[in-house]
T-cell receptor, first 111, second 113 residues
Framework: DQQVKQNSPSLSVQEGRISILNCDYTNSMFDYFLWYKKYPAEGPTFLISISSIKDKNEDGRFTVFLNKSAKHLSLHIVPSQPGDSAVYFC??????????FGQGTRLTINP | DTAVSQTPKYLVTQMGNDKSIKCEQNLGHDTMYWYKQDSKKFLKIMFSYNNKELIINETVPNRFSPKSPDKAHLNLHINSLELGDSAVYFCASSQSMIGVGYTFGSGTRLTVV
């Protein structure tokens, strides 16, 4: 049973607009969440994270929102750029070191 | 300089064979991992080692055996390969504190025919 789910396998957004990627989790013990970005033929690279004591974390164009009661987090990218086209993975930290990943959302930014 | 490098990048082999995937990190991290990305695209942890000591061992068939000769290397040996072992295998490393410290290799695509 998957504890972290990204229900949208793909998302297409126009350049300059906002991209919103969603992620749901089931384990209420998760207290740290991360987003990773992956280009083809490369490994995932860390993008942004959030602790459960916060509901928002911002880094430049990227903002992650956490709604603990809904067990939902989202990644906002604004403005979206062509280089943002990639697969985005949501992950939750279980214990000290184990990351539990969602299945990813493929984001395509159209010019 | 590649921080986490794994070889080979592609591996095609027949059922029943034994194969190894190598991983090396030059980041000075204490912990290394193997993750498997299955056909449904989920990345799932298989093993983690901290300073050559096995820490996490998920429910993985014992045909899979990780070996860590030193803290910079974590190799994955697979015996008696099966069709279901076809996947992309990612090596990663981190310092003891999780968060931004997780660095992945570029993956090894294993195809069993």
């Amino acid at each position: 049973d998957q504890q972290v789910k990204q229900n949208s396998p793909s998302l297409s957004v126009q350049e300059g607009r906002i991209s919103i990627l969603n992620c749901d989790y089931t384990n209420s013990m998760f207290d740290y969440f991360l987003w990773y970005k992956k280009y083809p033929a490369e490994g995932p690279t860390f993008l942004i994270s959030i602790s459960s004591i916060k509901d928002k974390n911002e880094d430049g164009r990227f903002t992650v929102f956490l709604n603990k009661s809904a067990k939902h987090l989202s990644l906002h990218i604004v403005p979206s750029q062509p280089g943002d086209s990639a697969v985005y993975f949501c992950a939750a930290l279980e214990g000290a070191q184990k990351l539990v990943f969602g299945q990813g959302t493929r984001l395509t930014i159209n010019p | 300089d590649t921080a986490v490098s794994q070889t080979p990048k592609y591996l095609v082999t027949q059922m029943g064979n034994d194969k190894s995937i190598k991983c090396e990190q030059n980041l000075g991290h204490d912990t290394m991992y193997w993750y498997k990305q299955d056909s449904k695209k989920f990345l799932k942890i298989m093993f983690s080692y901290n300073n050559k000591e096995l820490i996490i061992n998920e429910t993985v068939p014992n045909r899979f055996s990780p070996k860590s000769p030193d803290k910079a290397h974590l190799n994955l040996h697979i015996n008696s390969l099966e069709l279901g072992d076809s996947a992309v295998y990612f090596c990663a490393s981190s310092q003891s504190m999780i968060g931004v410290g997780y660095t992945f290799g570029s993956g090894t695509r294993l195809t069993v025919v």
